[in-house]
């Protein structure tokens, strides 16, 4: 019988996701000009995390994730991701 439990599925996440939207807040707080409405951040959001690698593990230490891609490198990401939805923003 095979030991495999495809609920474990729920115990592996992508870690990055989180640290995406910790520096979401910083970004927003540091960069007022842009945008804050629902879509824009999602939009951000989205744009991010497909510009990053993902970074998959059990436990919810950042030391890896960190060495992968750095707080900084990722505010980068962000701003690039915020000129561009302010660019052509999806809200009415
Ligand atoms: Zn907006």
Do not use: G
Not at 26 to 40: A, K, P, V
Not at 48 to 57: A, E, G, R
Not at 82 to 92: D, E, G, I, N, T
């Amino acid at each position: 019988m095979s030991k495999i439990n495809i609920y474990d599925i729920d115990k592996i996440k992508n870690i990055n996701e989180k640290r995406v939207w910790d520096l979401l807040v910083t970004f927003y707080e540091q960069n007022e000009e842009y945008c804050t409405c629902r879509d824009c951040i999602l939009d951000v959001a989205a744009i991010t995390l497909n510009s990053i690698p993902p970074h998959y593990q059990v436990s919810d230490d950042l030391t890896h994730a960190i060495d992968k891609i750095s707080d900084d490198e990722i505010l980068k990401v962000i701003e690039e991701a915020a000129k561009r939805v302010s660019k052509f923003p999806h809200h009415l």
